[in-house]
Every structure is written in structure tokens, then in C-alpha cells.
């Protein structure tokens, strides 16, 4: 939702992947920014309208992000996505940082504008991976923004580490950055920092975004 620079060129770059992309705004003069060749859909309306919506194929959606430039629009477009459409992987752009850990707190991730990319828009919508965010001069070790399958929620740290033979170096919790406790426990929308060897970041990937397993 929302065809300014930061949603055409998260179209733009959805696109290229391979995905199938919607475009909702309520002017059909936004749409101008789109490529030329853009082959999605372009719904003229408010993002949190469900008819709007049902045009831009919600019901099929994997991923959606508000990208409006109104907070509230973004907000309420978000949860309407999440809650009457059971889309699980939403993202909001929010201009007043404050409002921030209150929108974390109902489970909606957010960005706020003074540290806004178009990365960490698609970061939140596709998830089940891992991010590159630092690697150490010899490039053997890296720092990664690991996706974790929710069965992984109320798991010991300790235990995470020991299965993935990584090292937590810190948590997101509700935006705040967290240095992890002995004995904390993994909570639901806690985003994972994690120190690996270079070989293993694929077989640390593979193993957290899926279920763990039943001993």
C-alpha cells in the first residue's frame, strides 16, 4: 500500500525476484513511478478497505507492507491485512518513532522513517533467511539477521546456540536492542542476531527456520 518512491521500488525490486506484486493507492497518479514494464496489479483505493484489498488478491498474499506516508493509514491497514486476512508477514512505515514499540506490541513490525531503507521493508516481508550485516576481516565470521520458525518461541537460548553451533550476539525485542541473558527464553516477535562461522550460515538458516526438533 502506497505507490511513493519507497513502494515503487519495493515493487520494482519484488518483481525482479519472481514474485507476483499488488500496488494499492488512492491516487491513480502514483502509479506513474511504477516501471514501465511493471506487470502487477494497480488498485486505486484506501489500503485498509477490504474491497480494495479483495481486488489486489489479499487472500493470496504472502506479504504485505504499508508504505503509505500517514501513520495511521499504515497502522490500521496492517492490522486489517493481518487480522481479518490472516496475512502473517506485515510490515508498517511509521514517521513518529515513538509509536513504534506500541505497534511492536500488537505484533506488527515497523520502520521507522529516520532510519528507513527499502531492505529493511523486504527484510520483514520475506522472511525465512538470513541477512549479511557484518563479516570480520578474514571473512571466516558473521554477524547475521537470522528468520526463526515460530516453533522455536519459549526455547531456552542456550538451547539455540547448542543446536545451531552459533552464538546469539544480541536480540531485538519490541525495537530495543537486548544483550542476552543466561537464561532468557526466546520470545515471539524477538528478532535473532547471530555470530557464525562463514561455512556454517547455511546449516544455521536451515535450521531455525524450521520446527525444531522433538527429543
Same mark, same amino acid.
Not at 26 to 32: A, G, H, T, V
Not at 133 to 139: F, K, P, T, W
Given at each position: 500500500m502506497g505507490c511513493g518512491r519507497v513502494g515503487a521500488t519495493l515493487a520494482a525490486t519484488l518483481e525482479a525476484s519472481g514474485h507476483?506484486?499488488?500496488?494499492?493507492?488512492?491516487?491513480?497518479?502514483?502509479?506513474?513511478r511504477l516501471e514501465p514494464d511493471f506487470a502487477g496489479k494497480k488498485v486505486t483505493g484506501l489500503g485498509f478497505d477490504r474491497?480494495?484489498?479483495?481486488?489486489?488478491?489479499?487472500?493470496?498474499?504472502?506479504a504485505?507492507?504499508?508504505?503509505?506516508?500517514?501513520?495511521n493509514?499504515?497502522?490500521?491497514?496492517?492490522?486489517?491485512?493481518?487480522e481479518t486476512f490472516g496475512v502473517a508477514n506485515v510490515v508498517a512505515r511509521i514517521y513518529d518513532p515513538h509509536r513504534a514499540e506500541i505497534y511492536q506490541r500488537l505484533g506488527i513490525p515497523t520502520v521507522a522513517t529516520v532510519r528507513w531503507t527499502s531492505d529493511q521493508v523486504l527484510?520483514? $516481508?520475506?522472511? $525465512?533467511?538470513?541477512?549479511d550485516?557484518?563479516?570480520?576481516?578474514?571473512?571466516q565470521i558473521h554477524l547475521i539477521r537470522a528468520?526463526?520458525?515460530?516453533?522455536?518461541v519459549g526455547t531456552p537460548l542456550r538451547t539455540v546456540e547448542s543446536a545451531t553451533g552459533a552464538r546469539i550476539a544480541y536480540?531485538?525485542?519490541?525495537?530495543?536492542?537486548?544483550?542476552p541473558p543466561p537464561d532468557g527464553v526466546l520470545q515471539e516477535n524477538d528478532v535473532l542476531h547471530v555470530l557464525v562461522r562463514a561455512a556454517d550460515t547455511a546449516a544455521v538458516e536451515r535450521i531455525l527456520t524450521r520446527a525444531p526438533e522433538v527429543s
Open positions: 507476483s506484486v499488488a500496488v494499492i493507492d488512492q491516487n491513480p497518479d502514483s502509479f506513474r474491497d480494495t484489498l479483495g481486488q489486489a488478491s489479499i487472500e493470496d498474499a504472502y504485505f507492507a504499508a508504505v503509505s506516508d500517514g501513520d493509514s499504515n497502522i490500521l491497514a496492517a492490522r486489517v491485512v493481518r527484510r520483514r $516481508m520475506l522472511p $525465512m533467511g538470513a541477512t550485516e557484518y563479516r570480520d576481516e578474514s571473512g528468520d526463526v520458525h515460530p516453533g522455536w536480540l531485538q525485542r519490541y525495537g530495543e536492542g537486548v544483550l
